[in-house]
């Protein structure tokens, strides 16, 4: 065992660690902002998007991280607070948005591909104040309707709606237009920062204008030229459909050659286009088009009052279990078991420290991870002391028993951690998200216990009986009785 | 503690009282009460907590969208609190399933959704994560202690993991991503318990020669000399569980369920399933070895 002077370094390193972790903890910030809160805990928004491609290739690893920054750009122009963005795997990307006020509005900006396309339309039909729950048959029936269409050709042409509130009447407006399977121009002509929520002069509607590249322009100017001259031949009128992915926002009517400057505009309402949608369609265009097509493939939503429920009951559970382990300790190892105690309780906070200065973000499985490195960290002191009052009981001195627990039980100690530790780095490498968090609160509680139920009771225990301290058998909870009378039988 | 028990001897009997429970809990997956949640298939979930209103289940189903009500799936959590499942909704549909529960309870709305591709995907990791995991560790026991004892352990852990899904089942509680976590936890500390029962017979055990009667003799002794610790570490392991168990929400209380049947199934199997596997492999090896030179 290691000399006095070893155990008051161990016992002074200890007192550094505490000191570090008493700052991190209350010092460096307020003690509520210390730990950071999981989603569950605190209420928020936490989406996982896949991306693909169109063709159906491979997303190369440096689409996703251009995917995940334009995804960031989007949020942050939202003015939401700290939202953490990460690429997962291969071509997967979690967003976690802590205490969202608007859910859905974020959830649909963050999954936009944002394809502005610019389409000639070929033909169209519109079933006017159309009810809520009717949107999807009737949508059906125009797509019907409109393939029967001369101008509508497999494989060459497709079908494009576009919802509008109605502009006489109630309902929606629903429109389908057969366009080319290919835009004609399409959002990279779109000048950088080129989309601008505006006011129209004439009729003060809001509507968002659209600078175009002088190439762009140019192949405007083709285009618009070219729906004229048809409309002309045809009689009817030429319509340019403007569509974000694959909604058409508007479709207006092209009476003139246009340029380089475009304006989406929906005149249909009071004011024209909605505040928030015209925000959004700036937001989107603005931060440019995702390199891949992403889809939600699982999206949670979590209230605050859950979030801090579950964060109450999380913590009643774990120091209702903690304080009655500390109490049993004691009960049964005496003075063994206040060492052990003190230790545990060193451990807990430094387990605190750890998860502040990391930081580790705090889950309900993470809770869950403590829950159960507080049996762990028990269990070694455990093993222990078993072995030190099986020593006590063949008749050796505190001093001697103490040395031979921690030197035979280590050993059990150490493999058995190393087995929990290898299930936590499988964990940590097959699984994401909230079971990583548990993986990684595993380790550390794991690593950590090992330090305090070894190291730091080794040290307390190795003053206490150096130093003239008389630890008798009873005060490790061994009866004088069986002190000697019950040597262990047979292999020896 | 416990002299007079011959722990290696009665394996029947510990092996008979383990098949029972076993049995019990497999009947149950195999009758189909293994109910998976949307982390595994896809769908929607909505909980609503703290409802200024008590509806009964019927009544939340009624508040549903029509063509979403039937394939709906509603159960109350305590006194105000609500969960209800659907297939996988559009963005749009789940707006209104939301804001409809809201208004009809007059409490605040959480919802997961989970594409069904999502699910299977987890599915896949978490079967390759305790693959992987057992193949490790069957490595690391064998080359920290032997071959057999690795065998003894995985037979253990096997036993453990089988029986927490038993119950599991038949208890009727929902296998979500966190039961997951649960099961690899659980396999985690089974072998952690049974390692230190296999530590004391490693150091008990001599270095040369086998008998079956002194291996045996020599497992019983290494048994009794820690199965207070082992008792003692289920109980300190088991008081946070218990409090988790009650105070925690339904997510926490599930992982509590599995961990505390896991536990307890480990910590019956370290003593009365493990060493005794460890025995019978031993013997069973040392007879065929014997048996080998005669038929050669």
């Given amino acids: 065992m290691g000399s006095t002077r070893n155990n008051i370094i161990v016992l002074g390193l200890v007192v550094v660690l505490i000191g570090v972790a008493a700052y991190l903890i209350f010092l460096r910030q307020p003690v509520t902002q210390a730990t950071q809160l999981g989603l569950d805990l605190q209420g928020g928004v936490s989406a996982q998007l896949e991306g693909s491609q169109t063709g159906g290739g491979n997303v190369s690893r440096e689409e996703m991280e251009q995917a995940s920054d334009l995804i960031r750009q989007r949020i942050d122009r939202l003015g939401v607070a700290e939202p953490d963005v990460r690429v997962q795997g291969q071509d997967q990307i979690v967003v976690q948005i802590p205490g969202v006020e608007n859910p859905d509005e974020v959830i ?86 080129g989309a601008n929520v505006e006011f129209d002069p004439t009729s003060n509607n809001r509507i968002v204008t659209l600078q175009l590249t002088n190439e762009g322009g140019n192949r405007m100017a083709d285009l618009t030229q070219e729906i004229i001259n048809e409309a002309a031949v045809s009689g009817e009128p030429g319509l340019m459909a403007i569509a974000l992915d694959q909604d058409v926002q508007s479709a207006p009517e092209v009476q003139a050659v246009l340029s380089d400057q475009i304006s989406i505009t929906n005149d249909s309402l009071p004011g024209g286009l909605p505040e928030d949608e015209a925000r959004q369609l700036e937001t989107v265009l603005n931060t440019g088009a995702l390199p891949v097509n992403m889809e939600i493939i699982s999206q949670t939503e979590v209230g605050p009052t859950l979030g801090l429920s579950s964060l109450r009951s999380g913590l009643t559970a774990s120091l209702v279990g903690f304080a009655l382990v500390l109490v049993l300790l004691v009960v049964i190892y005496r003075a063994l078991g206040l060492v052990a ?56 001195t505190p001093r001697a028993a103490i040395q031979a627990g921690y030197d035979r039980g280590f050993r059990a100690i150490l493999d058995g951690n190393i087995t929990t530790l290898i299930t936590a780095f499988i964990l940590f490498a097959l699984s994401s998200g909230s079971v990583r968090g548990f993986a990684v609160l595993l380790v550390i509680g794991v690593i950590l216990s090992m330090f305090t139920a070894v190291v730091v009771t080794r040290a307390l225990l190795g003053l206490l009986s150096g130093r003239g301290v008389h630890l008798s058998p009873g005060m490790m909870g061994v009866s004088k009785s069986s002190v000697s009378a019950e040597r262990p039988a047979g292999v020896r | 503690m416990f002299p007079g028990v011959d722990f290696v001897g009665k394996y029947r009997r510990w092996f008979a009282i383990s098949g029972v429970l076993l049995a019990l809990g497999l009947l149950a997956v195999a009758l189909g009460r293994l109910e998976f949640g949307i982390d595994f298939q896809g769908g929607a979930q909505f909980t609503a907590t703290e409802a200024d209103r008590q509806l009964t289940e019927q009544e939340v189903t009624d508040a549903l969208p029509p063509g979403i009500a039937e394939e709906s799936v509603v159960t109350t959590l305590g006194d105000d609190g609500y969960e209800v499942r659907t297939p996988v909704l559009s963005e749009q549909d789940s707006q209104e399933v939301q804001s409809l529960l809201a208004e009809a309870l007059g409490a605040e709305v959480s919802a997961t959704s989970v594409s069904p591709a999502f699910g299977e995907q987890i599915r896949n990791q978490a079967l390759q994560a305790v693959a992987a995991a057992l193949l490790i560790i069957v490595a690391f026991i064998s080359i920290r202690f032997e071959f057999s004892f690795a065998i003894a352990s995985m037979v253990a852990l096997v036993h453990d993991v089988l029986l927490t899904i038993g119950f599991y089942a038949a208890f009727g509680r929902e296998v979500s991503l966190v039961t997951v976590v649960a099961v690899l936890t659980v396999l985690g500390y089974s072998l952690y318990d049974t390692i230190i029962i296999f530590d004391r017979i490693r150091e008990n055990a001599p270095t040369v020669g086998y008998n079956r009667r002194r291996f045996d003799e020599m497992v019983n002794v290494s048994i009794r000399q820690v199965i207070r610790r082992s008792i003692y570490t289920s109980i300190f392991t088991l008081i946070p569980i218990t409090a988790l168990l009650i105070f925690g929400e339904s997510t926490l209380s599930d992982f509590a369920f599995a961990l505390l049947v896991g536990i307890l199934a480990g910590a019956y199997s370290s003593i009365f399933i493990a060493p005794q596997v460890l025995s019978l492999f031993k013997a069973w090896r040392a007879g065929s070895a014997r048996r080998a030179p005669r038929s050669a």
């Fill in chain 1, 341 to 396: 105690a003190l230790a545990l309780l060193i451990y807990a906070f430094l387990m605190w420290g750890i998860i502040v200065a990391v930081p580790v973000t705090m889950t309900l499985p993470g809770i869950a991870g403590i829950v159960l490195s507080i049996g762990v960290a028990a269990d070694a002191n455990v093993v222990i002391f078993e072995r030190i009052k099986e020593e006590v009981k063949r008749g050796r």
């Fill in chain 1, 108 to 193: 649909d900006i963050i999954g936009r591909t944002a394809q502005l396309g610019f389409y000639q339309v070929l033909a169209f039909e519109q079933n006017p104040n159309t009810p809520s729950d009717e949107i999807d048959a009737v949508q059906n029936e125009l797509e019907e309707d409109l393939r029967d269409d001369d101008a509508f050709r497999r494989g060459e042409t497709k079908i494009l709606f576009e919802e509008s509130p109605a502009f006489q009447g109630s309902g929606t407006d629903v429109t389908g237009y057969v366009v080319r399977e290919q835009p004609d121009l399409t959002g990279e002509e779109l000048r950088q920062n």
